[in-house]
Nanobody, 125 residues
Framework: HVQLVESGGGSVRAGGSLRLSCAAS????????LAWFRQAPGKEREGVAG????????RYVDSVKGRFNISRDNAKNTVDLQMNSLKPEDTALYYC???????????????????WGQGTQVTVS
């Protein structure tokens, strides 16, 4: 049974920081890519940051480059998203998602992501 469990969301003032964590279980972790997506009200879900669990390669959407950092802990099967210098436009529901057969093809194509968490709310005021 595949599970992705997010934690760490909350409310923060502009310029502040939050750290999101995603705990994954139930599939072959090492061959996968994990990514954080977000969806704001009235907007499409967009990829924010992703990481290839095999080689550690990362990818970011332009709007968060230099502010967000994604990291992995293979021993714990977790992926964290450190979010700094938060802006009101970062407000959204953030989802952790897994592409279990990524094999080095890290992408923000939502169709590749077979497993999704329930989401955690991030509010920046």
């Amino acid at each position: 049974h595949v599970q992705l469990v997010e934690s760490g969301g909350g409310s923060v003032r502009a310029g502040g920081s939050l750290r999101l964590s995603c705990a994954a279980s139930g599939y072959t972790y090492s061959a996968s890519c994990l990514a954080w997506f977000r969806q704001a009200p009235g907007k499409e879900r967009e990829g924010v940051a992703g990481i290839d669990m095999f080689n550690g390669r990362t990818r970011y959407v332009d709007s968060v480059k230099g502010r967000f950092n994604i990291s992995r802990d293979n021993a714990k099967n977790t992926v964290d998203l450190q979010m700094n210098s938060l802006k009101p436009e970062d407000t959204a529901l953030y989802y952790c998602a897994a592409d279990p057969n990524c094999y080095g093809s890290l992408t923000f194509d939502r169709r590749r992501y077979k497993y999704w968490g329930q989401g955690t709310q991030v509010t920046v005021s």
